[in-house]
């Protein structure tokens, strides 16, 4: 009987040995290159939110000073169009 344990007790330890070396290699090679990648997708999404946010700005200045014109060209032909009629009025009398 002592044989048999000797050799659940062997097994035991051999197999003991392949799971930590697998867990060592995980925490030393795995891990650290995942961390990385992670690492480098953060900072260049970051990156990105930033472009997008300052493009996002610049065009919106961009739009404000063109609606802006238009509004006053808008202005400008309503007034023409109000002065024109009140000229028309004005001849009629």
Known sequence: MALLSQKVLDNRRRQHAVVTAHKRRIRDEV???LAQTKRAW???????NRKIKDTWHTQ????R?????????????????????????????
Do not use: F, G, M
């Open 31 to 33: 891990l650290p290159s």
């Open 60 to 63: 919106r200045a961009k739009v």
């Open 42 to 48: 953060y900072e260049s999404s970051r990156e990105n």
């Open 65 to 93: 000073d063109i609606q802006r014109t238009q509004k006053l060209i808008h202005k400008a032909k309503i007034l023409a169009h109000k002065r024109r009629i009140r000229n028309e009025l004005a001849n009629q009398r």
